[in-house]
């Protein structure tokens, strides 16, 4: 099956910017649309932002949309997203998704690998 890995979690002061990125291993799926998602204290795990397999089409939460860029580098087997203007609300784990379709979903159960779970933490 696929692994999924985060990176590039830390500690950034509000209005900072920062960048996770998310690696994929093992049986990769060849069409797998992706995503993050985000579980802050006491919070129930929320989508962030989507894309599809090709990376043309993208989604976000109202919350960070505006502010937050997700992307992704099939040839490396890679996912991104970029955090900007960042707020103490932002406070969370971040988890990297796939699913085994190429088709982007907004919905937690729709995922079928996830990662470990990398802590960003806006201070302000």
């Known amino acids: 099956q696929v692994q999924l890995v985060e990176s590039g979690g830390g500690l950034v002061q509000a209005g900072g910017s920062l960048r996770l990125s998310c690696a994929a291993s093992g049986r990769t799926l060849s069409r797998n649309a992706m995503g993050w998602f985000r579980q802050g204290p006491g919070k129930e795990r929320e989508f962030v932002a989507s894309l599809t397999w090709s990376g043309a089409t993208t989604y976000y939460a109202d919350s960070v949309k505006g502010r937050f860029t997700i992307s992704r580098d099939n040839a490396k087997n890679m996912m991104y997203l970029q955090m900007n203007s960042l707020k103490p609300e932002d406070t969370a784990v971040y988890f990297c998704?796939?699913?085994?379709?190429?088709?982007?979903?907004?919905?937690?159960?729709?995922?079928?690998?996830w990662g470990q779970g990398t802590q960003l933490t806006v201070s302000s």
């Open positions: 998704a796939a699913r085994g379709r190429s088709v982007a979903s907004t919905t937690r159960e729709d995922y079928d690998y």
